[in-house]
């Protein structure tokens, strides 16, 4: 028998039919990059789909995304792990008409659904660092270039949705200091021709920030615009024939609707607890005031649920002093193409919920949102 120390789940798991052929659920990053390297997989994946076959006693076998290897080219204290690894999702079980239900629920590892955040985490000066690139909205993609020292660059705000806004920007980093730039790139916002009117545009301009050294808990900074908008401009974000007449009125003549065309300074501020949700390397609950308007949201990346991989964002702006309150929510699947990508690159819809032009409140913009990640997880 084969226990490992303090480990009270397996105590649980011996009196149990033991489960002999089982994918292992990517809830233990540092066993899954060890056993890749002892089967000098290169670069290792902290959340590849892995497999364990111990059904035949002489043809024991594990599979890791989808390349089969036998288990004894691992160290028999690597098999120790993976034979006593307390997350396993059972591949022999049988499926009936309620199962399908009863076993979501068994899934979802209740015990597991938070744990302490990495120390990158919480760093004050380390927090920027972020692997991951996604092409609308979300946490900005963070280079270091030496430690504390590094570059940032986002498309769309932190807190933006799917073809909102024009906004891109780009940052230096040093000792929690974020200093940089943000100017208007059109491409996203022109793919949509319809309830563009609570859309954000920007000219460009500056902003600097600061986290407070006390953990990655609080950050405030100042944004400035440098540029008015010309009058072409305003024309071309407001009642243009590409943007199809973003100025929406009352039934008497006053304005109901309309883009922010973002001018002047704005003090912002962000409060943010990061947490480890289901397994996410990277993920928080925040507080926000941006350019004057509120959010309340959360994000992660990489959360994994019954042996599914995604990410995911939900963001509600609650006040604006233009703009309708909003709702945007992003859900990016991993493990859907082959190779490199299978799991450096998760794609899913981003959608945003606000008012509707006509009446009512529906889908104002949808489509198709990708993340991808270029190192290894923080």
């Not at 036998?70 to 120790?80: D, I, N, S, V, W």
């Not at 460009?204 to 920030?209: H, L, R, T, W």
């Not at 009125?249 to 003090?267: A, C, H, I, R, W």
């Amino acid at each position: 028998m084969l226990l490992s120390a303090g480990n009270t789940i397996l105590f649980a798991q011996e009196e149990e039919e033991p489960i002999l052929y089982y994918q292992m659920e990517p809830l233990d990053d540092s066993l899954f990059i060890h056993i890749q390297e002892e089967l000098f997989i290169d670069p290792p994946d902290p959340k590849a789909e892995i497999v364990v076959d111990v059904r035949n006693a002489t043809d024991q076998t594990i599979s890791v995304k989808g390349s089969l290897y036998p288990l004894l080219a691992l160290k028999p204290e690597t098999r120790a792990r993976i034979l006593t690894y307390p997350f396993k999702l059972n591949l022999e079980e049988t499926i009936g008409y309620t199962s399908i239900f009863t076993r979501i629920i068994e899934k979802l590892r209740f015990n597991n659904i938070l744990d302490p955040p990495t120390v990158f985490q919480i760093s004050p000066t380390l927090g920027y660092i972020n692997p991951y690139i996604q092409i609308m909205g979300g946490e900005r993609f963070g280079i270091p270039l030496k430690k504390d020292i590094g570059l940032s660059i986002g498309f769309g705000t932190p807190y933006s949705g799917a073809l909102e806004t024009n906004y891109t920007d780009v940052s230096f980093h040093i000792l929690g200091v974020r200093a940089g730039m943000f100017i208007s790139v059109d491409a996203m916002t022109e793919l949509k021709s319809s309830e563009n009117h609570n859309n954000l545009y920007v000219t460009d301009g500056i902003q600097f920030a600061y986290t407070i050294p006390f953990g990655n808990f609080f950050e405030i900074g100042y944004l400035s615009a440098s540029s008015e908008f010309s009058e072409t401009l305003i024309r071309k974000y407001t009642i243009n024939t590409v943007n199809k007449n973003n100025l929406v009125y009352n039934s008497d003549g006053t304005l109901k609707y309309q883009p922010y065309l973002l001018e002047g300074g704005f003090v912002n501020w962000e409060f943010r607890y990061p947490v480890k949700v289901l397994g996410a390397l990277r993920g928080k609950f925040y507080a926000a005031s941006f350019i004057d308007e509120y959010h309340i949201g959360f994000s992660g990346r990489e959360l994994t649920l019954a042996g599914s991989v995604f990410d995911l964002r939900m963001d509600y702006m609650f006040d604006s002093p233009v703009r309708s309150n909003q709702f945007v929510m992003d859900i990016s699947i991993q493990k859907i193409f082959d190779y490199w990508a299978y799991s450096s690159i998760a794609l899913g819809p981003s959608v945003i919920v606000t008012n509707l032009k006509g009446g009512g409140i529906g889908l104002s913009s949808i489509f198709v949102n990708i993340r991808i990640k270029v190192g290894n997880s923080l």
